[in-house]
């Protein structure tokens, strides 16, 4: 398989058929808020490996929301090695991005609301700061 670089994402040819990437496993697996959560994770660590338990803890609901570990190991840690965009789980419970996973655009793991809220917070920021956008007249 060819890990496109960064040129690739912003041309047409990018990502074709010989490509040997499996481009609907990609996106099925980027489908998920939590998978995208998982996938940023790793990418702030680079190449290092990371427990399980850690990556749970970046996903998890709430305080208790104990199921987080388990969704991991179970449903979205094999989804995105299945779509080789991380490693398989390690023996000793450990997981690391693979060369696709990091070289994805930042805006395809988005969560959901995170380009929203950081429109209002620059908008705030914006108006707070005295400039104004034709909108505020």
Request: hydrophobic share 40%; proline share 5%.
């Amino acid at each position: 398989m060819t890990t496109p670089t960064e040129a690739d994402w912003l041309t047409d040819d990018g990502g074709t058929p010989d490509s040997g990437i499996d481009w609907s496993a990609v996106l099925d697996a980027l489908a998920h808020a939590e998978r995208r959560a998982v996938l940023a994770a790793l990418r702030r660590e680079s190449t290092e490996r990371v427990s399980v338990d850690e990556l749970a803890a970046a996903v998890r609901d709430g305080p208790d929301d104990d199921g987080a570990t388990i969704r991991l190991q179970h449903v979205h840690l094999p989804k995105l090695a299945e779509a080789s965009l991380t490693e398989p789980v390690d023996e000793a419970g450990r997981v690391a991005p693979a060369s696709l996973g990091l070289s994805l655009p930042e805006w395809m793991l988005t969560v959901d609301g995170e380009a929203e809220a950081q429109s209002a917070t620059t908008a705030r920021t914006d108006h707070h700061s005295g400039t104004a956008d034709a909108d505020d007249d």
